[in-house]
């Protein structure tokens, strides 16, 4: 008695129960690598966008208008979330400013900035946290901060806010 061979067997059919697949093993390895470039991507990418999100989060709770007020600086960097890259921005004698970032590699793709966080802290001992604030505020956002957090924003807002008017009038009647 011969047995009947089917010419076109699903993989779950009796006929092809325990035989071999016919997808060559160089193939399967080339699919385990792609599929593992794809994961470390996402993750990146993840990486990239919620760090910063839960980061401001964080931050934001424990600030008042992105001043902080008596935190030290450990107590405010075990806040930073799914660990950025540091830097420092810049050093003085009286405070550090270090840069966060998380890491993109399809930023490059998509022509977006690579988002920054900055956190400026005293040379006090312990070093406290003074101010934090991100790559796209702007230097007036930036200075309010750092008013609120040494004590002087009502000096600032009430000597900016008059001493600009004039100037914008006095250069519109010299057009006239």
Known sequence: MMSEQVPFASPSSP?????????STTRKRISAILLLISVTVLFLELRSKLGPYWTGIAFAKMTEEGAFTGQTFEEVRSHLWLFPSVSIE????DET?????WYS???HLRRSP????????SKETPPHAIVYYNDRETPEEHARKLAIAYGISDRLTG??????????ESSVDSNQ
């Open 97 to 101: 400013l270090y840069c966060y970032s």
């Open 90 to 93: 810049h050093d003085t004698s």
């Open 15 to 23: 006929e092809t129960v325990g035989t071999k697949s016919n997808v």
């Open 159 to 168: 000597s900016g806010t008059s001493g600009s008017q004039p100037q914008e």
């Open 114 to 121: 690579q988002i920054e966080l900055f956190l400026a802290a």
């Open 105 to 107: 590699p399809l930023r």
